[in-house]
């Protein structure tokens, strides 16, 4: 837990998490009972995800969408180009994509999820992706789409992927 502890406070002395972030990450280890094993994937050879960056998702009418979570929540709304629409969660990078819908398609339904991982190097990234033979689709300079086992997609961000 030492170890667990010390990252946290590195990552926050280095600009990686904000004071927020880390306090509610120390909230969630001191909670953690004694001896319990790390959980799967702390200590893998993968990529570390440190945030949900964002959740696309498709509805019938993204601007009853965006007026509903920017009036209830106060979310900031950027990037809105008339069928969808960044909406901002606070003082985070994390935000949410309302978007229309495509004809045919049955709303609503999430579209993809991305994380933010640790360290993003565009090339290591997907080096690593094709490695474990998953094909990855580059959608900006800082993500790449790939399908989960279940062919769903998910995309991988780095830190500066920011919304629209």
Known sequence: MENLIAKLLDDFDHGRMTRRQLIKSLAVVAAV??????????????????????IS??????????????????????GDIGTQCSLIIGDTNTFVI?????QGSTPPRIDHIAYTIEHWDKNAV????ERRGLKPQPDTENSFHIKDPNGFDLQISGKDMKPA
Request: hydrophobic share 40%.
């Open 33 to 54: 009972p004694a001896g319990t094993p790390p959980a799967l994937g702390e200590n893998s050879k993968g990529f570390r995800a440190v945030a949900v960056n964002h």
């Open 126 to 129: 997907r080096a690593e992706l």
């Open 98 to 102: 309302p978007r229309n819908a495509p």
């Open 57 to 78: 998702y498709q509805v019938s009418d993204y601007a009853k969408t965006r007026d509903f979570y920017a009036d209830l929540l106060g979310m900031k709304v950027v």
